[in-house]
């Protein structure tokens, strides 16, 4: 009887250990795409700003 309930418990503790480690997974994965996408438009944002930075240095230049 003992063997048994050692058994189930050891069982239980896989399958626990196995959803976490999946779960992890998961989240971190999630928040590697959310990173890689938020760096992307961190980018886009950088190239616009400079851009306008440009075109302003552009109008400041020019005699009124």
């Known amino acids: 009887m003992k063997g048994k309930i ?5 069982i239980f503790a896989l ?3 196995v ?3 999946v779960n992890s997974k998961n989240i971190f994965e999630s928040y ?3 990173m890689t996408k938020l760096i992307e438009r961190e980018a886009i944002l950088k190239d616009s700003i ?3 930075n440009k075109e302003l240095q552009k109008y400041k230049s020019q005699p009124e």
């Open 6 to 10: 050692f058994t189930y418990a050891f």
């Open 15 to 17: 399958l626990l250990m």
């Open 19 to 21: 959803f976490q480690y």
């Open 32 to 34: 590697q795409e959310k």
């Open 50 to 52: 400079a851009q306008l």
